[in-house]
């Protein structure tokens, strides 16, 4: 999905903002078998329901390949066309499971369905470029999966689990992806009602303040609240909504108030005093923040946040880890593979105005 929809960068637009931190992931994030490590760090998984150490996310392989794609890098898209096909691609239903181990192997048979609709996203968009017949087919294997089997009430939701055949209840708003719903309605997956629908339940979704809800139960039909908001989903529920023509007055507020009065984001707010929950900022925050502000046309803005990110990017081309966004740990060295593909994406759309 993510997150521009231009494909061409004039060349001589372009300055290096890009190759330090591609290189750094291609580098120090990457497994043996070529997929994609969520941490720089070993470490044995604890949660199955969390990805941990070198364990590889469907997410990372949709923002990489969205950045690929815009890119126009064919020959490194190829290689992770090949990885999802091994790898990722459900051979029975066509879901994308979301976690792998490190080897390459999966004991987890949900999806995710904004990570399937990225990499559909990132297929169409390259296979309509590149006029590649077989990336669209792809794309349209993952859209009819999720239109069957991602899908309850007449609404996507969540996730789908292929070992017990059931889907959820909810959809979160931070999942609601336009782009990827207007491809299912340019190739004939769905039709413009289930798109109306689903940009009916972000267009209501108008929280208490400057937040969105989290998720909407499609059988209860009601939204469903966190307490505390982590600010990377809401600033994807808000970027969505731009994507559909809504547009979200407050929560742009916010986060700009938030950042101009105190110089930075944080990862976590509470929902009810609009007051940091927790002391740590994240790249990837920082990432999506630079985008939106983008599609909202205020590059002064994504400038000023962009200025505070490249603080943590590790700046000296004799560090092993050149390029990357990486921080000391009470265990050593480590990094989040997201703190770093959300800032590459960013970057990549600020060479443009550079």
Known sequence: ??????????????????????????????????????YLVEQQSIDPDFAAGRESLSESMG???????????????????????????????????????????????????????RIADALFMAGEAWNNKTYIQTALDISNALNKYNQKQK??????????????????????????????????????????????????????????PQNYNVRTKAYQYNDQVNLIEQIYTAYFRKQAGINSPAFYSFLKKEFNTNGVIYGQYDRVTRQPAVDFESNAVYGMTILYALQ????????????RMKEYEIADVKNPYYGGYVVLTPTGY??????????????QQLEKLY
Not at 1 to 24: H, I, K, R, W, Y
Not at 158 to 181: G, H, M, R, W
Not at 334 to 347: R, S
């Open 155 to 212: 609404h996507f939701v969540d996730f789908y689990d292929e070992q017990y055949k059931v889907n959820n209840d909810t959809i979160s708003l931070f999942y609601i992806d336009p782009v990827a719903l207007n491809y299912m309605v340019k190739y004939g997956v769905i039709d413009s009602t289930m798109y109306n629908r689903m940009v009916a339940v972000l267009r209501k979704s108008a929280g208490d303040g400057p937040f969105f």
């Open 63 to 117: 923002l990489m390949m969205m950045y690929l794609a815009q890119k126009g890098d064919r020959v490194t898209f190829s290689k992770y066309y090949q990885e999802l096909k091994q790898y990722y691609l459900s051979k029975q239903t066509n879901i994308v499971y979301w976690k792998l181990s490190n080897d390459g192997n999966t004991h987890a048979t949900m999806n995710a369905i904004i990570d399937d609709w």
């Open 1 to 38: 999905m993510f997150f521009v929809t231009s494909m061409s960068v004039p060349a001589n637009a372009q300055t290096d903002l890009t190759t330090g931190t591609e290189n750094f992931i291609n580098s120090a994030l990457m497994n043996g078998n070529g997929t994609l490590a969520t």
């Open 334 to 347: 480590d990094t989040h593979i997201f703190d770093n593909l959300f800032p590459l994406l960013a970057k």
């Open 296 to 307: 909202m046309n205020d590059v002064t803005f994504a400038k000023k946040v962009y200025k």
